[in-house]
T-cell receptor, first 112, second 112 residues
């Protein structure tokens, strides 16, 4: 079945630093790809998505490009803020069902 | 405002008790999910339901069962709670072939 590999955390950065969180996937076909974010004490919420190869998803200053040649969907942000401190999950759905699987999550800690 | 509601935020149960975790969604979604979240292990799928009375095992179904008698409600059942089931439990829902899942705020279950 489909799977994801996500970089381990925690990632610790100073405010305004550049962020990259790596995510690679294995999949049958070309599924949509997602990044979810979990702020402290909350459930997950969708951060951004890309539905086909070479698509770039973006939201709240975060970006991720769907690269089928490297089977990657890395999350980036040019200048992080303390409020970005959260756990980030990469998630491709299974191609043939709606079953949602997630990576292990990467905790981001941003200090002033 | 779309919503996935879990019946309890915090729950403490004794070993051997039968435990019910309830989840209700108001978006008429076909798919519902139960995950558990543990430090270092990310989000692991316990069970998935793609229609009323239909279910599919996730990665860690042992010790759990589920019930989906109505479209809006998905229950997770711990037949005989054990201490290794102490965890954060997250419910989610999504539409068929949807591009987004919606999560509840989670239930932190402690089994003593």
């Amino acid at each position: 079945g489909n799977s994801v590999t996500q970089m381990e955390g925690p990632v610790t950065l100073s405010e305004e630093a550049f962020l990259t969180i790596n995510c690679t996937y294995t999949a049958t076909g070309y599924p949509s790809l997602f990044w979810y974010v979990q702020y402290p004490g909350e459930g997950l919420q969708l951060l951004l998505k890309a539905t086909k190869a070479d698509d770039k998803g973006s939201n709240k200053g975060f970006e991720a490009t769907y690269r089928k040649e490297t089977t990657s969907f890395h999350l980036e942000k040019g200048s992080v803020q303390v409020s970005d401190s959260a756990v980030y999950f990469c998630a491709p759905p299974s191609y043939n069902t709606d079953k949602l699987i997630f990576g292990t999550g990467t905790r981001l800690q941003v200090f002033p | 405002d779309v919503k996935v509601t879990q019946s309890s935020r915090y729950l403490v149960k004794r070993t051997g008790e039968k435990v019910f975790l309830e989840c209700v969604q108001d978006m008429d979604h076909e798919n519902m999910f139960w995950y558990r979240q543990d430090p270092g292990l990310g989000l692991r799928l316990i069970y998935f339901s793609y229609d009323v009375k239909m279910k599919e095992k996730g990665d860690i179904p042992e010790g759990y069962s589920v019930s989906r008698e109505k479209k809006e409600r998905f229950s997770l059942i711990l037949e005989s709670a054990s201490t290794n089931q102490t965890s954060m439990y997250l419910c989610a829902s999504s539409g068929h072939r949807s591009t987004e899942a919606f999560f509840g705020q989670g239930t932190r279950l402690t089994v003593v």
